[in-house]
């Protein structure tokens, strides 16, 4: 909430600057619908609504080196997460000049860059597909990749025939409410709170191609209610992405490799490790100017020690198809005008690796196989 009042505190003042200024707006707004088969990974219906997105962006530049930005957004994403508004980001930046590109800071609520969409990733126009790749960009764990309230460091150098930016990111995750419930089931345990969030990534477009590195740390605290007991989660994964354009075509590959560490009452005694993998490959293809379209194979293994979920089984009575996924996507990507696209995708899935709750899944909520068809309409502004 704070940051919502600093957003409409901050914009209040500045606005009346605009007309002398550099000022930029623009924003966007969507509305989709989900039907789920076999699981209630968005809804416990056949079919939801409760698709909703809208952001509002603004941007001023006061001086050549001096920048101040802000996002405000609303989500309803089903069971996902609770309709809310939030800031997205709300920063001060500083920027200056080389002679072959910039290198700047930024201050405040900051978007987190892991991999090739974490800092675009809820924005419709930008992302591939309606829901992400589970194995990278997760739902039930984005409160931990999607921004900070710390600093940025950044550049960019241009080379002969493309450019490298990077950015080295520090401060501390917003761990919502939603994180809790995806993550536990329910808030009567306790709440996840934000220990630290730590980032490194590098990003080189060379002609045809983008290639990226990403090594991050994220650390989650939790209490218990009553404050008895005290727990942590620290994830620490190395992230790889390529990017390939040739002609209407476009293959993107992300990997990314890491470690879960347990402590506490998530851990059988002392300190546990649980190594987790995740990748995928996507394919755009552009046949006619408007309609854009793609196909993917997302992979996800919760724990490379268990890669099939067996000993999850024996141990705990859970099903072994909660220790992996495997999810096929075919969609489409319309552009009906400059301003409005309508996405329409497909998932095929076998597993249930990112289905929340994570902790205490729901065996007879969730099939080994089951599906997910989405449609979103979206129209973006600017003035």
Known sequence: MRYIRGFVLVTGMLSSLALAQDWQWNGFISQGLVGVDGSHFFTDDDTSLELTE????????????????????????GNLIDEAWQTDYLFVEYLHFLASGHMGARLGRVKNEVGLYSSTRDVPFSRPGIIMPQSIYSDYYRDAQLHIDGLDIFGQYHLEDGQLNWHLTGGSADATKDLTRNVNGTLAYGQYHSDAFVSLDLDLQYQDWTLGATLFHVGLGFETEPKTFESHVDLRALVLSAQYRAGPLELTAEFMQGNRYLKGIFSSGGEQREPYRGYYLDLHSRFASPVNVFARFDHMINNLDDRNGVRL??????????????????GVQWQLADNWLLVAEHH?????????PVIFPQPLTQDKYWSIFALQLSYRMQW
């Open 348 to 356: 095929w899935i076998e597993g249930a690796a990112w289905v929340p």
């Open 54 to 77: 809208a952001t509002l962006m603004s941007s001023w530049r006061p001086a050549e080196h001096w920048r101040l930005a802000g996002a405000l957004n609303y989500r309803q994403r």
């Open 313 to 330: 089984e024996r141990a705990t009575g859970i099903p072994a198809h909660y220790g992996y996924s495997k999810d096929w996507v075919a």
